[in-house]
């Protein structure tokens, strides 16, 4: 081998690395789906479609959120949800409503089922604040007759749900905390649906 090969080489190695200056942390990942308990509710005899739910400005990241004493937001980078939230709430609520039993069919954009009640939904706050997990859904709720013609508003809300949580909790307890307030919700949201169903 070239003698100035060997003699650079204690150099090169010295002032250079591959290894990271930081430890490798390794992400984790939460679920994100709260389930339905009890018996079905009462038929209403219509099918629903549930339109794609769109996310709040930050709500397509992944990463848990907090909210600090400033009023920062954080967005953990080695903590996040299996998907984008607003993706892992519309399967849950169309889960949740399926079970509900409240409709005849909850159907998906595309589907050719013929429905007479649409459900826009839009996440606006899934996070850790100071002491509390909380999770928000606004929802509209639209009818079109017999499936033709533009749809006409039945009602709107925004439905909100907090859980306490220990200022101790690591991040799976945040996690579990938040999916706890979103199955609050979701189980507000189906009754909302049903009494505006009902008017």
Known sequence: ???????????????????????????????????????????TRQALLLRSMRAAPGLELR??????????????????????????????????LVASGRFTAVTSPGSRLATTLILETELLILQIDGGLARAAVAALLLTQGGGLGDPRPLGQTTVEAQIPLSAAANASAQAAAMQAALGRVLADLESWLVSAISV
């Open 1 to 43: 081998m070239n003698r100035r090969l060997l003699l650079g080489l204690p150099l090169l190695g010295a002032g250079c690395s591959v290894l990271p200056d930081r430890p490798f942390l390794e992400s984790q990942r939460f679920a994100l789906e709260p389930r339905r308990a009890g018996p079905p509710g009462r038929r």
């Open 63 to 96: 990463g848990l959120r907090r909210v600090q004493a400033d009023g920062r937001v954080e967005v953990a980078p080695y903590e996040e949800w299996l998907a984008p939230p607003a993706d892992l709430t519309e399967l849950a609520l169309r889960q949740w």
